[in-house]
T-cell receptor
Framework: GAGVSQSPRYKVAKRGQDVALRCDPI?????LFWYQQALGQGPEFLTY????????KSGLPSDRFFAERPEGSVSTLKIQRTQQEDSAVYLC?????????????FGPGTRLLVL | AQSVSQHNHHVILSEAASLELGCNYS??????LFWYVQYPGQHLQLLLK??????LVKGIKGFEAEFIKSKFSFNLRKPSVQWSDTAEYFC????????????FGKGTHLIIQP
């Protein structure tokens, strides 16, 4: 079946621009996660949704980062007034339900470059 | 807060060699442990996971890992590697008490020479 998809796959932004990154989770998956992966590092947790509810946003690095999942399926990560330090791969993952033991299935990521 | 250490950032082996990648975590409570792999040009995929029970877990493609609670370790092993095992390997942990987000190590870049 279809896996997690993300768009765009690549995004180049000028410093100060706003960007929106989209994640389509596996159909029926309740939980959705966003991670940020800087070059040469492991992914770092940003935020977590259970259906449409954002239950954990402790990893969002600043108030310029905002995520939503209004209908409990597709999610958008928005970054306002992008800075060069925002350059990274943004990964989305989904899992079948809210049990913490569930495997997270990752998408291919969106590679963001801020010039 | 949890943290995960992967001591070897780059490993180069010849085909048929044995592999062990180290992973240590710092968290005193109940944890769930994972190894993910990222093959060149592909997305992260699960190799294996440990929640409870037998501390020796077997995953896909002949990989296994052993949870040693006293050492806070979850090392990944494979007795005989293949060229196709060339990839980036990530150890990850989440709070067994219910926090869902994964904490990842920095990864180990494994290169298998034919």
């Amino acid at each position: 079946g279809a896996g997690v998809s993300q768009s765009p796959r690549y995004k180049v932004a000028k410093r100060g621009q706003d960007v929106a990154l989209r994640c389509d989770p596996i159909s029926g998956h309740v939980s959705l996660f966003w991670y940020q992966q800087a070059l040469g590092q492991g992914p770092e947790f940003l935020t977590y949704f259970q259906n449409e509810a954002q239950l954990d946003k402790s990893g969002l690095p600043s108030d310029r980062f905002f995520a939503e999942r209004p209908e409990g399926s597709v999610s958008t990560l928005k970054i306002q007034r992008t800075q060069q330090e925002d350059s990274a791969v943004y990964l989305c993952a989904s899992s079948p339900d809210r049990r913490y033991q569930e495997t997270q299935y990752f998408g291919p990521g969106t590679r963001l470059l801020v010039l | 807060a949890q943290s995960v250490s992967q001591h070897n950032h780059h490993v180069i082996l010849s085909e048929a060699a044995s592999l062990e990648l180290g992973c240590n975590y710092s968290y005193g409570g109940t944890v769930n442990l994972f190894w993910y792999v990222q093959y060149p040009g592909q997305h992260l995929q699960l190799l294996l996971k440990y929640f409870s029970g037998d501390p020796l877990v077997k995953g896909i493609k002949g990989f296994e890992a052993e949870f040693i609670k006293s050492k806070f370790s979850f090392n990944l092993r494979k007795p005989s590697v293949q060229w196709s095992d060339t990839a980036e390997y990530f150890c990850a942990v989440n709070d067994g008490g219910g926090a869902d987000g994964l904490t990842f190590g920095k990864g180990t870049h494994l290169i298998i020479q034919p």
